[in-house]
């Protein structure tokens, strides 16, 4: 199983940048996918979710109206678009994929919101 995370880097305040998560290993369509976030001296949190019927998703209240996530099943990929990104962005962001049997994760990408 692999959760391959990328796109991350240094963007200024109100930037953008759109994080990609390759999977592989398991039936990706079976599975919920959810970006979570560590900032450092902070607890991972989670940020966005999108459920196996991809019209349905969750956001943290700190995200909404900024951050929307999709997933792309023929491409066993999740994306986020983090949009209107603000210092308090900054963390490393990691891919999760649970069922009712499995969790998985990614490795994390850092993301780095900084004038």
């Known amino acids: 199983v692999q959760l391959q995370a990328s796109g991350g880097g240094r963007v200024q305040p109100g930037g953008s940048l759109r994080l990609s998560c390759a999977a592989s290993g398991f039936t990706f369509e079976d599975y919920a996918m959810s970006w979570f976030r560590q900032a450092p001296g902070k607890e991972r949190e989670g940020v966005a979710c999108i459920h196996t019927n991809a019209g349905s998703t969750d956001y943290a209240d700190s995200v909404k109206g900024r951050f929307t996530i999709t997933r792309d099943n023929a491409k066993n990929t999740v994306y986020l678009q983090m949009n209107s990104l603000k210092s308090e962005d900054t963390a490393v962001y990691y891919c999760?994929?649970?069922?009712?049997?499995?969790?998985?994760w990614g490795q994390g990408t850092q993301v780095t919101v900084s004038s």
């Open positions: 999760n994929a649970i069922n009712w049997r499995r969790n998985y």
